[in-house]
C-alpha cells in the first residue's frame, strides 16, 4: 500500500428529510442546523482523514431525497466508490423506501457488480425518543440485502457520524484491496503460465 492520499467520492441516498445533509454537515464544518432547508440537486464537501494507515480524501456527496428532484441528483451516482443509504428511525417508510434507493443507485451508477459494491446502512435520529424502526429490524434488513454494515446516528448529538464515514472508507478500502489482490493473482497466472493462480475474480 502507497503512503499517498486517495480520493474517494460517497454518496448519501435516501427519503427527504432524513438527515443526509445534517449529517455531511456534522461531519465536516461539525455543526447542526435544526431548521435545515432540502437540498435541490446535490452538494459536495470533502475531507481529509486516516483510516488504518491510509490518508484519504473523502469527496461528501449529498443528493436531494424529494422525487421531485430525481433528475437533478441522479446524474452525479457514476463514479461513486461507496454508497450510504440513510434514513430516519422515526419514519418507517424512509426505512421501507430503502431498497427502493438502492435500486436506483445500482441502476444510475451503472454498477456492474451490484454484489460486490460497498452500501453502508445508516439509520439516523437517533436522539429521538419515538422510533418507527428498531435496531434488530434495520439488521436484519441489512443482513438480508447483501450483509452491509449498519449504524446507528445522530447528526444532532453528534453520535456515530464520524464512525459511519469512517466505515465507508474501510468497506471501500476492502473492496479495493480484494481487487488488487485478483490481479495480482493474475499477474502470477500469466508470467508462470499456470492456471493456478487467483480465481476471486
Ligand atoms: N432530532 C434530529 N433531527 C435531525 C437529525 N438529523 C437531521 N435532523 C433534522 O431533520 C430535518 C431534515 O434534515 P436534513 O439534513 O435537511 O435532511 P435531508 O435528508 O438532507 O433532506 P433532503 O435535502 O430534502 O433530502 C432538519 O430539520 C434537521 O435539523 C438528527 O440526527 N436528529
Ligand atoms: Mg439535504
Not at 144 to 168: H, I, M, Q, R
Request: aromatic share 10%; with cysteine; proline share 2%.
Amino acid at each position: 500500500m502507497s503512503g499517498k492520499s486517495l480520493l474517494l467520492k460517497v454518496i448519501l441516498l435516501g427519503d427527504g428529510g432524513v438527515g443526509k445533509s445534517s449529517l455531511m454537515n456534522r461531519y465536516v464544518t461539525n455543526k447542526f442546523d435544526s431548521q435545515a432547508f432540502h437540498t435541490i440537486g446535490v452538494e459536495f464537501l470533502n475531507r481529509d482523514l486516516e483510516v488504518d494507515g491510509r490518508f484519504v480524501t473523502l469527496q461528501i456527496w449529498d443528493t436531494a431525497g424529494q422525487e421531485r428532484f430525481k433528475s437533478l441528483r441522479t446524474p452525479f451516482y457514476r463514479g461513486a466508490d461507496c454508497c450510504l443509504l440513510t434514513f430516519s428511525v422515526d419514519d418507517r417508510q424512509s426505512f421501507e423506501n430503502l431498497s427502493n434507493w438502492q435500486k436506483e443507485f445500482v441502476y444510475y451508477a451503472d454498477v456492474k457488480d451490484p454484489e460486490r459494491f460497498p452500501f453502508v446502512v445508516l439509520g439516523n435520529k437517533i436522539d429521538k425518543l419515538e422510533r418507527q424502526v428498531s435496531t434488530e429490524e434495520a439488521q436484519a434488513w441489512c443482513m438480508e440485502n447483501g450483509n452491509y454494515p449498519y449504524l446507528e446516528t445522530s447528526a444532532k448529538d453528534d453520535t456515530n457520524v464520524a464512525v459511519a464515514f469512517e466505515e465507508a472508507v474501510r468497506q471501500v478500502l476492502a473492496v479495493e484491496e480484494q481487487l488488487e489482490h485478483c490481479m495480482l493473482g493474475h499477474t502470477i497466472d500469466l508470467q508462470s503460465s499456470s492456471k493456478s493462480g487467483s480465481s476471486c475474480c
